[in-house]
Nanobody, 121 residues
């Protein structure tokens, strides 16, 4: 059993900031990549940012320079610091983890239930 739970979403004015958190729990033996996806109304889900266990990061061009992803490996937690938010950032943000579960082989992808981010202008 694996559970990813996001927190920190909400309503913010354009130009403001939000910090999302996601904690992974369950029968986890190792977490490789963690990250964030988002799905805007009427659009497909897109990758926002990822971070490896070693700390290597990548970002979508649309958020580069504004968002910062980080993680606390001891807490199995990933964060997304979102600055200079725009109405284009309105979406449900989903936590993602590529991990290995106890008594299984290989790696699998998991997603949290999502948290809403709304930006007003």
């Amino acid at each position: 059993q694996v559970q990813l739970v996001e927190s920190g979403g909400g309503l913010v004015q354009a130009g403001g900031s939000l910090r999302l958190s996601c904690a992974a729990s369950g029968s986890i033996v190792s977490i490789n990549v963690m990250g964030w996806y988002r799905q805007a109304p009427g659009k497909q889900r897109e990758l926002v940012a990822t971070i490896t266990s070693g700390g290597s990061t990548s970002y979508a061009d649309s958020v580069k320079g504004r968002f910062t992803i980080s993680r606390d490996n001891a807490k199995n937690t990933v964060y997304l610091e979102m600055n200079s938010l725009k109405p284009e950032d309105i979406a449900v943000y989903y936590c993602y983890a590529n991990l290995r579960v106890l008594f299984t082989s290989g790696w699998n992808n998991y997603w949290g239930p999502g948290t809403q981010v709304t930006v007003s202008s």
